[in-house]
Each structure stands twice: as structure tokens, then as C-alpha cells.
């Protein structure tokens, strides 16, 4: 929490000088007490006393005039709220090792799914673009609301060969920095990333990529899919066909989330990939802002007031 005006809470001085005054007060009555009668004997003359709720009153009391006091200095927090408008890319690994099936049906399959369910999730303006990477990296769907599109273009994606993960970052940032909004000026963007394997080609390294996302403040999520048992095969030159493992990379995904200070997942399987997917559909369609809360402190603290009037009326018959 920060403080518009932070003078202003010297206003919070006011709380203990009340505080010392009401004890005064106290320590008054009771030798005014003592002076009218024995104090052993005041409760056979008094009938039932309050105790230690006569204190109450007070105490909310010191409590609202301490938030008001706090009101004074404007206090500002960082809210989660809904973005109005927004650009979330979906980076999708298509290489070969994307047909494993240890992630049923297919491991494309499986994220093909669970990208639908993310579709569900996202605020019906925002704008969804895909980027498809294998030996190289292509844009399938620029940034568009129209989710038709985005399910058919979801639909077209084939495995290819090799993994240029970084170009696949690099393609993606590239796009969120070039999407505009309706006022012609580039809207809050967020990436999420789907890689089942360590980068085999391509110049551009994912951290490097990573980096150039930091700089626009783009975040990455990233999701590692598949497991270790995770295998593929092959057709050698010679015809022969070998059976490849094709383990996820979570080292590196893990490395680029957290350059862009965004998450990290582990999908192991399809039930978790789609929780993830219906998470990240959640998180990408609010921010943090940051908002002067002065209203918030002030209407606490009129209630907490309203709230010693009551304990008093109740407790004494009249107001403190």
C-alpha cells in the first residue's frame, strides 16, 4: 500500500492522545468511585454492570478514527480487475514429438482440447492470436474476436519437424507488440506458451526472446506437456523406423516464465492440462492497477462509528 499525501498520517497521532485521555478518563471515575462508597461494596448497590464490554464502545471508537486518520493520506493499493480489453497469444508447439501418446489421445490432441476450453474462458473482446512452431515459426491467426476463426485455425495445426522454441517466443512477442486496440494504441498483452521439448533449431534462444518480452512487459505462461515416457517414432534414412524419447523441457519453460515474472505448469496428462488452460483463461483476463482506496477507509471508519454509537446506546442508554 502506498500514500498519496503521507503527511497526513501524522493525523494517526490523534489515536493514542485519545487513548491516553479515555484511560485518564477511567482512572477519574474510579477514584470518584472509591470517594462515594467502599469499592467492595458497589456491587451490592449498583444492579448488573457492563464490565469489560463498556470498553467496546471506545474501542471501535479509536479503531474508525484510526482509519479515518489513514483515509486522510489518500492510501492506494493494487487491485486484480478486469481487463476491458486485451491481446492473449497462444505459442503451440506442433513438432513431432507432439504426437506422443502419453498424453491421451495425442499430446496435439490433448492441447487442441484444452485450448478450447481456454477460448471459453476469455472475455468474448478480446482479441486471440496463434503462433504454430516447429522448424520454424508461423503466425495461423492474427489477433481476432472471433472465436470461429480461432477454432478452425486451432483445427488446421499439424505436427512438423524440429522445435525453434525461441523463434516461436520471438513470432509471438512480435505479434502482441503489433496488435492495437480500438483506440489505435496497443492494448495489455499476455502470452501462453505450449512446448512438450527442449529447443533443436533455430539461432534465437528462448530466454533471449524471453528478455525482449520483459522489456514490453508481456507476460509468458508457460505450460510443459508430457512425460518422461513420452515417445515417438522415427524413420531413419535407411528406412528402419526407431522408437525416440521425447521428454518435456520443463528447465527451460520454467526459466522463461519466470524472466517475464508470469507462471510456470506442468500438464503431465490431459486432465491437467486442461485445468491449467481453464486457470490461465481466469488470470489473463484481469491485471493489477492501482487504485486510490480513500473511499473504502472512509466508509469503514463511518460504520465503526456507527457501530460505538450502537454498543453505547445499548449498553449505556446513551451515546459515548
Not at 499476455?190 to 533443436?200: K, R
Request: proline share 7%; charged share 20%.
Amino acid at each position: 500500500m502506498t500514500f498519496a499525501d503521507p503527511l497526513a498520517l501524522l493525523a494517526l497521532l490523534l489515536v493514542p492522545a485519545a487513548l491516553g485521555g479515555y484511560l485518564l478518563l477511567e482512572r477519574r471515575r474510579r477514584a470518584q468511585a472509591g470517594a462515594f462508597a467502599n469499592p467492595a461494596l458497589v456491587p451490592n448497590l449498583l444492579g448488573r454492570r457492563p464490565g469489560r464490554l463498556r470498553h467496546l464502545a471506545p474501542a471501535l471508537a479509536l479503531l474508525a478514527l484510526a482509519l479515518i486518520a489513514t483515509g486522510l493520506a489518500r492510501p492506494h493499493a493494487t487491485l486484480s480487475v478486469p481487463r476491458e480489453e486485451a491481446t492473449v497469444v497462444l505459442a503451440i508447439d506442433v513438432s513431432r514429438s507432439m504426437v506422443a501418446t502419453d498424453v491421451k489421445p495425442t499430446r496435439l490432441a490433448a492441447a487442441q482440447k484444452a485450448v478450447r476450453a481456454f477460448l471459453g474462458r476469455v472475455p468474448e473482446g478480446y482479441r486471440i492470436s496463434i503462433v504454430s512452431f516447429a522448424q520454424t515459426a508461423s503466425v495461423v491467426l492474427p489477433p481476432t474476436a472471433d472465436r470461429d476463426l480461432a477454432e478452425r485455425a486451432l483445427a488446421n495445426l499439424r505436427p512438423g519437424d524440429g522445435t525453434a522454441l525461441g523463434s516461436g517466443i520471438a513470432r509471438a512477442v512480435q505479434v502482441a507488440e503489433r496488435a492495437r486496440g480500438s483506440d489505435g494504441k496497443r492494448p495489455p498483452a499476455a502470452i501462453v506458451l505450449l512446448s512438450d521439448g527442449a529447443q533443436t533449431i533455430g539461432e534465437q534462444t528462448p530466454v533471449a526472446a524471453a528478455r525482449r518480452a520483459r522489456a514490453l512487459r508481456i507476460p509468458i505462461s508457460t505450460v510443459a506437456l508430457g512425460t518422461a515416457d513420452g515417445v515417438v517414432e522415427v524413420r531413419n534414412p535407411d528406412g528402419f523406423v526407431e522408437r525416440v524419447t521425447v521428454p518435456p523441457d520443463p528447465k527451460t519453460l520454467r526459466q522463461v516464465a519466470s524472466v517475464t515474472r508470469a507462471r510456470f505448469y506442468e500438464a503431465p496428462d490431459g486432465a491437467r492440462l486442461q485445468a491449467v488452460y481453464e486457470e490461465l483463461g481466469s488470470r489473463v483476463g484481469r491485471e493489477d492497477e492501482e487504485r486510490e482506496i480513500t473511499a473504502a477507509f472512509a466508509a469503514a471508519g463511518a460504520l465503526l462509528f456507527l457501530g460505538a454509537g450502537a454498543a453505547s446506546a445499548l449498553l449505556f442508554g446513551r451515546l459515548p
